[in-house]
C-alpha cells in the first residue's frame, strides 16, 4: 500500500482572503477554490496542486490571544518547504513580517515569523 498524503487542513483565521493573497506572493501559491462556508462563514483554498490550507472564517470568529501548545488541537505553527530560502525571507521582510529563530542543521535551513498569532516555519531541504 502507498503511503497517504496530506490534502489540507483546515482552521479558522481572520480574513482568509488577505491571508490567502500573502501566502500566493510568499510561496508562489494560487487560490484553488473560495467561497461560501458553513455558518454564512467563508472558506479560502490556497495552496499547489498538490495539497492546500483551507482557511476559513464566519461572522461570529472571535480572535483569542491563548497560543499555547500545551492546549489539545492547538495548531503549533505550519511548516512550508521552499526552494531558495533567502528569496523568501525577503520577501517575508518586505511584507513587514519579522524573521526570527533562525536554523541551518540537518536536515535544512530555516526560520519562523508570526502572523497575528498564526507561526509560520518556512524551511529549506535543498
Same mark, same amino acid.
Given at each position: $500500500?502507498?503511503? +497517504? %498524503?496530506?490534502?489540507?487542513?483546515? *482552521?479558522?483565521?481572520? @480574513?482568509? @482572503?488577505?491571508?490567502?493573497?500573502? *501566502?500566493?506572493?510568499?510561496?508562489?501559491?494560487?487560490?484553488?477554490? !473560495? &467561497?461560501?462556508?458553513?455558518?454564512?462563514?467563508? %472558506?479560502?483554498?490556497? &495552496?499547489? @496542486?498538490? !495539497? /492546500?490550507? +483551507?482557511?476559513? %472564517?464566519?461572522?461570529? +470568529?472571535?480572535?483569542? =490571544? !491563548? =497560543?499555547?501548545?500545551?492546549?489539545?488541537?492547538?495548531?503549533?505553527?505550519?511548516?512550508?518547504?521552499?526552494?531558495?530560502?533567502?528569496?523568501?525571507?525577503?520577501?517575508?521582510?518586505?511584507?513587514?513580517?519579522?524573521?526570527?529563530?533562525?536554523?541551518? /542543521?540537518?536536515?535544512?535551513?530555516? *526560520?519562523?515569523? $508570526?502572523?497575528?498569532?498564526?507561526?509560520?516555519?518556512?524551511? @529549506?531541504? !535543498?
Amino acid at each position: $500500500m502507498k503511503a +497517504a %498524503t496530506l490534502e489540507h487542513v483546515n *482552521f479558522t483565521v481572520k @480574513d482568509p @482572503d488577505d491571508l490567502a493573497a500573502l *501566502f500566493c506572493r510568499l510561496f508562489n501559491w494560487k487560490i484553488r477554490w !473560495s &467561497g461560501e462556508a458553513l455558518n454564512n462563514g467563508r %472558506t479560502v483554498h490556497v &495552496g499547489s @496542486d498538490d !495539497s /492546500y490550507l +483551507a482557511l476559513y %472564517t464566519h461572522e461570529n +470568529a472571535t480572535e483569542t =490571544r !491563548s =497560543r499555547n501548545p500545551e492546549m489539545i488541537n492547538n495548531l503549533n505553527h505550519l511548516g512550508i518547504v521552499v526552494s531558495g530560502i533567502d528569496e523568501v525571507e525577503l520577501k517575508v521582510k518586505e511584507e513587514g513580517y519579522e524573521p526570527f529563530n533562525h536554523g541551518d /542543521y540537518e536536515p535544512g535551513r530555516r *526560520f519562523y515569523f $508570526m502572523i497575528d498569532e498564526l507561526e509560520v516555519e518556512v524551511v @529549506d531541504y !535543498s
